[in-house]
């Protein structure tokens, strides 16, 4: 916050390299910052602002008629996810809509059923697959694996090579792997010391006697 002689000033600072306009995005989230504000001061800031890591500014004003209405918008957010929250987790789920530009820079992707359900191989940048791993590419060195993608459900049956793996994994194990590297071929992905993965193990039941 900066005071002025006009008022307090919202400034939020973003560290993204590619910042150009104020997105609708940005713009939503500068002006419940601005009903924050006001809740807690009972005045409402004179300007809210966007500055990137150059220090390139944009500047907005405050309209409190917009910033109450969006904050009813909100509300009325919170109250139907609360309201599936009651009624279970199943509910929850119902309520995602995962997209490729939705989903893009979710940290929850990796455990997210509907985003493992909707993924596709042409959504950009997401670097993802899930599926059993069938065997191991000795050949190319250590951490080099081959999954039967079961997503992205376009490629359901395919091999997808995975390479840099990390961890300890086996045959059979579910292997689901988002922000990887992925250039032209959606079959192939390097992970990053970035991405995340995660290995679920089946317990096999032991033999009948
Ligand atoms: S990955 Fe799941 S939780 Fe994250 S934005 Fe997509 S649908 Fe929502």
């Given at each position: 916050?900066?005071?002025?002689?006009?008022?307090?000033?919202?400034?939020?600072?973003?560290?993204?390299?590619?910042?150009?306009?104020?997105?609708?995005?940005?713009?939503?989230?500068?002006?419940?910052?601005?009903?924050?504000?006001?809740?807690?001061?009972?005045?409402?800031?004179?300007?809210?602002?966007?500055?990137?890591?150059?220090?390139?500014?944009?500047?907005?004003?405050?309209?409190?008629?917009?910033?109450?209405?969006?904050?009813?918008?909100?509300?009325?957010?919170?109250?139907?996810?609360?309201?599936?929250?009651?009624?279970?987790?199943?509910?929850?789920?119902?309520?995602?809509?995962?997209?490729?530009?939705?989903?893009?820079?979710?940290?929850?992707?990796?455990?997210?059923?509907?985003?493992?359900?909707?993924?596709?191989?042409?959504?950009?940048?997401?670097g993802?697959a899930?599926?059993?791993?069938?065997?191991r590419l000795e050949s190319v060195g250590a951490g080099a694996i081959v999954i039967?993608?079961?997503?992205?459900?376009?490629?359901?049956?395919?091999p997808t090579v995975i390479y840099r793996i990390d961890v300890?994994v086996?045959?059979?194990?579910?292997v689901?792997v988002?922000?990887a590297e992925q250039r032209?071929d959606?079959g192939t992905l390097r992970c990053r010391w970035?991405s995340?993965l995660?290995?679920?193990?089946?317990?096999?039941?032991?033999?009948?006697?």
């Amino acid at each position: 916050l900066e005071t002025t002689a006009e008022g307090v000033r919202i400034i939020d600072l973003k560290s993204g390299a590619w910042q150009e306009e104020v997105t609708e995005e940005q713009r939503r989230q500068l002006m419940l910052y601005a009903a924050i504000v006001h809740a807690s001061s009972g005045t409402w800031p004179s300007e809210v602002a966007i500055e990137d890591a150059g220090g390139r500014e944009w500047a907005l004003p405050v309209a409190p008629e917009e910033v109450r209405l969006l904050v009813a918008l909100a509300n009325d957010v919170v109250s139907t996810y609360n309201a599936a929250a009651s009624r279970g987790w199943s509910a929850i789920e119902g309520l995602a809509r995962p997209s490729d530009e939705t989903c893009g820079n979710c940290v929850a992707r990796i455990a997210c059923e509907p985003y493992w359900r909707e993924l596709k191989s042409d959504w950009q940048y997401h670097g993802a697959a899930r599926g059993r791993m069938v065997k191991r590419l000795e050949s190319v060195g250590a951490g080099a694996i081959v999954i039967e993608t079961e997503s992205p459900h376009d490629r359901a049956g395919a091999p997808t090579v995975i390479y840099r793996i990390d961890v300890e994994v086996a045959v059979e194990d579910i292997v689901a792997v988002v922000g990887a590297e992925q250039r032209d071929d959606p079959g192939t992905l390097r992970c990053r010391w970035n991405s995340q993965l995660e290995i679920q193990r089946i317990e096999k039941l032991p033999a009948a006697s």
